[in-house]
């Protein structure tokens, strides 16, 4: 079902900054809370063993970082294990560079050679990269019907999330160039990739460039306040995140940036930014994750903006689990519902050929 929302700022400063929650009117307030996500009942057996095996071994990890974060833990390493993961068969990929950072463009199987979607990748701004999100990506070319060009943008604790918004627009520029129309191109991210997604197509706004046809965010951090994350009383039974994890985030954004410029404005967090300008927005997220309230705040506040959003729900499932979809059948469902989002808004047709420069 649709839903809306209200949320923040724009330009490459713009997505920096404590935020802070603010008060919205009376009327807004009603607005948002007539905004209802659709529920998608049932949990597979697979999605439950997925969620139990996390909690026991991924989730102790995260909790083991943020005990004692720093540069000793080799973070690059993780993507570099991901190179081997088993390639989706049938995917075309090619390296592309971009001005601070690399990237690389994917087509699995045939794809609409008029439309594309910029992906950005999660990780929490300090994990993650190309190979470990290949096969994601993979499976949202073919269901969109369309190539997907992924970003390997610059991360904490070197750079700013300012500086990984900068990528994210360099990889929009791109494909401006390579003469995909903003009508035919949507951005998509999951977890901090979902904030980088809003946060892109914010600064897209701030910048005066055309917005895209669509957004869609897969578990989406949409708030550096952890404040309403750890109130709420269901962030413990998260299969993923510990809640000590949300402030030690915040933290390592806040000294990169006070690092970068002490004097630079107060970052200004998706769900606290003027939303009214964003194309329609589909919002996944599984009802069990810390961040589920991220989701929802984000769905209603676009609401109350004027912006169509989708809000789907997913019974018991883990962050992310869209990453699973060879395995958990709930996560292939969910890609095919991204796929159906996005060729409806890029009116996806014919697949063609297109050379990429």
């Known amino acids: 079902m649709s839903v809306n929302s209200t949320s923040t700022a724009g330009s490459a400063q713009g997505a920096r900054a404590r935020a802070r929650p603010r008060r919205k ?53 993780v993507d570099l294990a991901a190179r081997f993961l088993p390639p989706v068969r049938d995917v075309r990929r090619r390296r592309v560079c971009l001005p601070h950072c690399d990237a690389e463009w994917l087509e699995a199987g045939a794809v609409d050679d008029a439309s594309a979607v910029l992906y950005l990748h999660g990780g929490g701004f300090l994990v993650c990269g190309l190979n470990t999100h290949r096969r ?9 019907k369309a190539a997907v060009l992924s970003v390997d943008y610059r991360m904490l604790p070197r750079h700013t999330i300012a500086d990984s918004v900068a990528d994210a627009v360099s990889g929009y520029r791109w494909l401006l160039a390579q003469g995909f129309a903003p009508e035919r191109i949507a951005i998509a991210g999951d977890s901090a990739g979902g904030y980088l997604t809003f946060a892109t197509a914010l600064e897209l706004d701030a910048r005066g460039l055309q917005q895209p046809a669509a ?3 897969l578990s989406p951090l949409t708030d550096m306040d952890p404040t309403a994350k750890l109130a709420d009383p269901k962030a413990a039974a998260c299969p993923v995140f510990p809640r000590s994890v ?34 329609p927005v589909l919002i996944q997220v599984g009802s069990t994750e810390i961040l589920y309230p991220d989701a929802e705040l984000m769905a209603q506040r676009l609401s109350a903006a004027g912006v169509p959003v989708t809000l789907e729900v997913w019974d018991r499932q883990i962050h992310v689990f869209h990453a699973a979809a060879d395995w958990v059948p709930e996560a292939g ?13 890029l009116a996806v047709g014919e697949a063609g050929t297109r050379e990429i420069s």
């Not at 949300?246 to 004097?263: G, I, K, Q, W, Y």
């Open 25 to 77: 009117p009376a009327a807004t307030r009603a607005i948002a809370a007539a905004a209802e996500p659709t529920f998608v009942a049932g949990a597979s057996l697979r999605s439950q063993v997925l969620a139990a095996t996390v909690r026991c071994t991924v989730k102790p990890f995260i909790a083991l970082w943020a005990r004692c974060p720093g540069p000793l833990w080799p973070a690059g390493l």
């Open 136 to 144: 994601l990506e993979s499976w949202v070319s073919a269901a969109a």
């Open 215 to 217: 957004l869609v965010a």
């Open 246 to 279: 949300l402030p030690v985030l915040t933290a390592l954004a806040d000294r990169a940036e006070r690092h970068a410029d002490p004097s630079s404005p107060p970052r200004v967090s998706p769900v606290d930014a003027a939303l009214g300008a964003l194309p």
């Open 333 to 345: 469902r969910a890609i095919g519902r991204v796929g159906e989002f996005v060729r409806a808004h």
